[in-house]
């Protein structure tokens, strides 16, 4: 039962530290559809998105009006394209994506994942045409995301995958040069990729999951900041303590919008995922919780150490909230939608190689990542393979999202809008490692995959 003072005390979070819910996520399965006629598949994929997701945005906005927790975002995330649409006698899988992107609009949500292959282990015929469809259709459409898994503990790293991304990423940029490379602040590139995942871009629905789900994925990131401030002085097991604890409100708050979107829509509760996502907003920034424990600037000396205790307390705090967590749950570090880490990049802080040790430890990997649009690509397949191989050796999820803007230099800007932020433009290393990337085949799993 709740007390009069934990309704104050959530509503407080609310109206002073930004709490919200940041998504509830649809899940989608599409195999039904599958139909060797393009155009059958494409209709049959909208016909069934737009049927099964027709409530989904109003349920959404009655639990917000009756509860006033915000939902920032209604999502939609779909089986993997390349499984589902392999069938189809066709070379391209854009109009899958023109067909994803009508029954987003139709449906009014905000993004729609799962144009996305998992080749960790190697390409299908599908796996191969959807990868090459990626820039055009994220170039040409507004809702729709896309996402690769290559790499795994079990399988290793596809480095056939990781050499192509690059030119994949490179041609997304290209092709949307006019908006700062914006397509590819909609494709991310994993390594063990969770097929539970409600955040974007890298959601997909699993071939594991229901016929349906929602997923729901919360965040309050300046709830933690405002409660560690309660704790100044104090040693770590407070730091720790004070954040398990209030990642278990932030949950509960969760596991509430959740149950009721499931329960209204008729729909199986899938899972929680209780990262902490920042915004560009001041007051809902990651750096600033690091900051807080007693770093000058987010990526100073210690960084990763504060990351680590935050990422672990957060998921501690968590579980004891909800039997059903899931997806990334933990801490994002992505650049241009954190106010402190857009002003450490900006101060010198924070480096593309201070972010990469970060990413050993937090949620998910290098995200939405700004940089000069002379990168190479066999560069940005290199920055790839990095991240893969903290995932395949650490046993987490990693995953880059990266940004080669054209035109753009280190010392210049970048204007993503919303929920993307702006970014300063990040330095890249200029050493090549052009040969290495060149070498392909794959990178075999390491010793710890054989836990049979």
Known sequence: MLSIQDILETNRMIAENKLDVRTITMGISLRDCAHPDIEIFCRNIYDKITRTAERLVRVGEDIEAEYGVP????????????????????????????????????????????????????????????????????????????????????AGINMECVREMGYIIKHAAELTRDRDAIACAKLVVFANVPEDNPFMAGAFHGVGEAETTINVGVSGPGVVKRALEEVRGENFGAVAETIKRTAFKITRVGQLVAQEASRRL?????????????????????????????????????????????????????????????????????????AGM???????SLTLEKLEA??????????????????????????????AAIGMINN?????????????????????????????????????????????????APIRSLTN
Do not use: W
């Not at 880059?400 to 010392?411: A, D, F, L």
């Open 396 to 444: 987490k999820t990693t995953a880059v999202r990266i940004i080669p803007v054209p035109g753009k230099q280190v010392g210049d800007r970048v204007e993503f809008g919303g929920l993307l932020g702006h970014s300063p433009i990040l330095a890249v290393n200029t050493f090549k490692a052009d040969d290495f990337i060149a070498r392909g085949g794959r990178i075999p």
């Open 358 to 387: 970060m990413t050993c430890v937090c949620s998910v990997g290098l995200d939405m990542i700004a940089v000069p649009g002379d990168t190479s690509a066999s560069t940005i397949s290199a920055i790839i393979a990095d991240e």
């Open 71 to 154: 939902i920032i975002n209604k999502r939609i995330a779909v089986t993997p394209i390349a499984i589902v649409a392999e069938s189809c006698r066709s070379d391209s899988y854009f109009p899958v994506a023109q067909a994803l992107d009508a029954a987003a609009k139709t449906v009014g949500v905000n993004f729609i994942g799962g144009f996305s292959a998992l080749v960790e282990k190697g390409y299908t015929k599908g796996d191969k045409i959807l990868i090459q469809s990626i820039p055009e259709a994220l170039a040409r459409t507004d809702r729709v995301c896309a996402s690769v898994n290559l790499a795994s503990t079990k």
């Open 266 to 338: 008729g729909v199986p509760f899938g899972i929680i995922d209780l990262s902490l996502a920042p915004t560009p907003a001041v007051g809902d920034s990651v750096a600033h919780i690091l900051e807080e424990m007693g770093l000058e600037s987010c990526g100073a000396p210690g960084t990763t150490a504060a990351l680590a205790l935050l990422n672990d307390a957060v998921k501690k705090g968590g579980l004891m909230a909800s039997s059903f967590v899931g997806g990334l749950s933990g801490a994002f570090i992505p650049v241009s939608e954190d």
């Open 342 to 348: 857009i002003r450490a990049v900006e101060i010198g």
